[in-house]
């Protein structure tokens, strides 16, 4: 059991499709991931209910591991603090971490969660990405679509969206 807390990823979420016509249970499911509209991003770790959940609206999100990198840049462009204000490096002060990037570390790094910070808004909202998806967003990733598991790419998706 300790091996598996050992190998703790963060991972990025990004709801690409709408529910209109989905399941109750993928609609339940998005809620509790706080998803409510399509090209808003979460912040979650690998436990094994967070996956479970990731399975059950796999057909409507994409997800992957996120690096650090990636993660100060949404951080600085799209972080919010409760009142809709930007994240700032004073802000961050605020909260214990000497900087943004000393933020997307820990979050990176699974000793914080983002989602639990106090005064901080735990959904990311992202632009459209810039030249469009790829592929179609009703079609896993794996066979040429957007959703579902994509890995490390999900890096690339999100520069795209910061």
């Known amino acids: 059991m300790t091996e598996k807390t050992a190998e703790r990823k963060c991972f990025a979420v990004v ?10 249970e993928a609609r339940e499911t998005l809620e509790l991931f706080r998803l409510a509209h399509t090209n808003h991003a979460v912040l979650i770790d690998n436990r094994p ?7 059950r609206v796999q057909n409507y999100v994409t997800w992957g591991e996120i690096s650090k990198e990636t993660l100060a840049l949404m951080l600085q462009k799209r972080g919010r603090l409760a009142g809709g204000k930007k994240l700032t490096d004073e802000a961050v002060e605020k909260l214990g971490y000497k900087s943004i990037d000393a933020l997307a570390e ?3 790094d699974c000793k914080v969660e983002y989602q639990k910070l106090p005064d901080v808004q735990p959904v990311f909202k992202l632009h459209p990405p810039k030249k469009g998806f790829k592929g179609k967003i009703k ?5 040429g679509g957007e959703a579902g598991y994509r890995g490390e790419a999900i890096n690339d998706l999100i520069k795209r969206m910061a």
């Open 106 to 108: 820990a979050i990176a």
């Open 49 to 55: 209910s967070f996956m479970g959940m990731l399975y």
């Open 15 to 24: 709801k690409v499709r709408g529910t209109i016509s989905a399941q109750r």
């Open 139 to 143: 079609k896993s990733y794996v066979t």
